[in-house]
Nanobody, 125 residues
């Protein structure tokens, strides 16, 4: 059974940093594409970053140069290092896992079959 569990959310001041973790497992492909999404209050869910089986990463324009996605394949954890945080980064952050190929769709695609429960990130000015 596929499971995804996010951790590391919390509060930060603008300009600060947080690191999110997504533990993934239970899938026949041990190196799936994993992505981070976020959803602000009253806003649509949007793609933030994804990373494929080979470590290739993609980012939304709004986070390029500030966020870094990485993965520890031995631990089956995908990280999202968030630096230079802005109040507009506030929202619930979700990790999601794609299909069997290990390759990722476009960063804004929401077509992921497996999702975590989300973790809250709040950035104050």
């Amino acid at each position: 059974q596929v499971h995804l569990e996010e951790s590391g959310g919390g509060s930060a001041q603008a300009g600060g940093s947080l690191r999110l973790s997504c533990e993934h497992g239970g899938y026949r492909n041990e190196l799936p594409c994993v992505a981070w999404f976020r959803q602000g209050s009253g806003q649509a869910r949007e793609g933030v970053a994804n990373i494929d089986r080979g470590g290739m990463s993609r980012y939304a324009d709004s986070v390029k140069g500030r966020f870094t996605i990485s993965r520890d394949n031995a631990k089956k954890i995908v990280y999202l290092q968030m630096n230079s945080l802005k109040p507009e980064d506030t929202g619930v952050y979700y990790c999601a896992q794609y299909g069997a190929s290990g390759f990722c769709p476009d960063v804004q695609s929401l077509n992921y079959p497996f999702w975590g429960q989300g973790t809250q990130v709040t950035v104050s000015s």
